[in-house]
């Protein structure tokens, strides 16, 4: 175990609607990443936050959205879902550079 | 070019033997390299890290850099079939890791 949750594990959403999944970081860490996973592919970055600040950002479009708390913890946002969406949503938190996985939200877009 | 490239298997090896997993990385600046294991359905679960050249040993799991002919591997010794799984090479240029597609290992008994 990572320390580090996720919810929902599952959900399942229509095309257009919105999306916000949830993780909690390991206690210590002040930095967290979202990846998406498609079927059979290696993850794919999306952003990191650190101490609340978007630090870096994937190639995603901006209906994809972010925030992290003072907490550590953080959410991201989806809206205008598409089906393409449909992937493994992946949280990993770290203090320095090892990143450690949550169990992940797969996201399912109909 | 990808960023990460891994050989996309299947690989079988059978139970006692080694596995040897290789990967090739574009980015030249590239520090640190870690290789992650990933069940069917789970999240990826770290095993090894690596920032120098050379070799690191870790139980049954020894992973080497060659940052010159910029790659790094994984060797699993005396593989077991719990070790059966979808291996992931990551790299990490930045503040993001870049994964390669992963290598799927089978362990047979």
């Known amino acids: 175990e990572t320390g580090v949750t996720q919810s929902p594990t599952h959900l399942i959403k229509t095309r257009g609607q919105q999306v916000t999944l949830r993780c909690s970081s390991q206690?210590?860490?002040?930095?967290v990443s979202w990846y998406q996973q498609a079927l059979g592919q290696g993850p794919q970055f999306i952003f990191q936050y650190y101490r609340e600040e978007e630090n870096g950002r994937g190639n995603f479009p901006p209906r994809f959205s972010g925030l992290q708390f003072p907490n550590y913890s953080s959410e991201l946002n989806v809206n205008a879902l598409e089906l393409d969406d449909s992937a493994l949503y992946l949280c990993?938190?770290?203090?320095?550079?090892?990143?450690?996985f949550g169990p992940g939200t797969r996201l399912l877009v109909l | 070019q990808k960023e990460v490239e891994q050989n996309s298997g299947p690989l079988s090896v059978p139970e006692g033997a080694i596995a040897s997993l290789n990967c090739t990385y574009s980015?030249?600046?590239?520090?640190?390299f870690f290789w992650y294991r990933q069940y069917s359905g789970k999240s990826p679960e770290l095993i090894m890290f690596i920032y120098s050249n050379g070799d690191k040993e870790d139980g049954r799991f020894t992973a080497q850099l060659n940052k010159a002919s910029q790659y790094v591997s994984l060797l699993i010794r005396d593989s077991q079939p719990s070790d059966s799984a979808t291996y992931l090479c990551?790299?990490?240029?930045?503040?993001?890791?870049?994964f390669g597609t992963g290598t799927r290992l089978t362990i047979i008994p």
């Open positions: 990551a790299v990490n240029p930045g503040e993001k890791l870049t």
């Open positions: 980015d030249r600046g590239s520090q640190s």
């Open positions: 206690s210590g860490h002040n930095t």
């Open positions: 990993a938190s770290s203090r320095q550079e090892t990143q450690y």
